[in-house]
């Protein structure tokens, strides 16, 4: 399994971005796909979460209302939409992958992306 994050940037506060996980490898009925964070200092934080084959979304408290996360089957892709940004959230963003159902804590994902870094000026 590859996971590759794409779409960070420098964006001022209350700008957007769209992130994106390309997940290759093997077919993803079953999965669960994450987006999790890590600002300098800090632990890696979950942001959201998405079954693959239901497509039903779970998101952090800190992020709901303004992030959504979604998948797009036929391009194997996870999507973070991120609206409203605020400062704290500027992080490194991660996208992960795990066979069964959708849980929040980061030691239960196999699989890892690269990282995309996300910086929110104010």
């Known amino acids: 399994v590859q996971l590759q994050a794409s779409g960070g940037g420098l964006v001022q506060a209350g700008g957007s971005l769209r992130l994106s996980c390309a997940a290759s490898?093997?077919?993803?009925?079953?999965?669960?796909l994450a987006w999790f964070r890590q600002a300098p200092g800090k632990e890696r934080e979950f942001v959201g979460v998405?079954?693959?084959?239901?497509?039903?979304?779970y998101h952090a408290l800190s992020v709901k209302g303004r992030f959504t996360i979604s998948r797009d089957i036929e391009k194997n892709t996870m999507f973070l939409q991120m609206n409203s940004l605020r400062p704290e959230d500027t992080a490194v963003y991660y996208c992960?992958?795990?066979?069964?159902?959708?849980?929040?804590?980061?030691?239960?994902?196999?699989?890892w992306g690269q990282g995309t870094l996300v910086t929110v000026s104010s």
């Open positions: 998405v079954g693959w084959s239901s497509g039903l979304p």
């Open positions: 490898g093997r077919t993803f009925n079953g999965y669960a």
């Open positions: 992960a992958a795990r066979s069964g159902p959708r849980v929040t804590s980061p030691d239960a994902y196999e699989y």
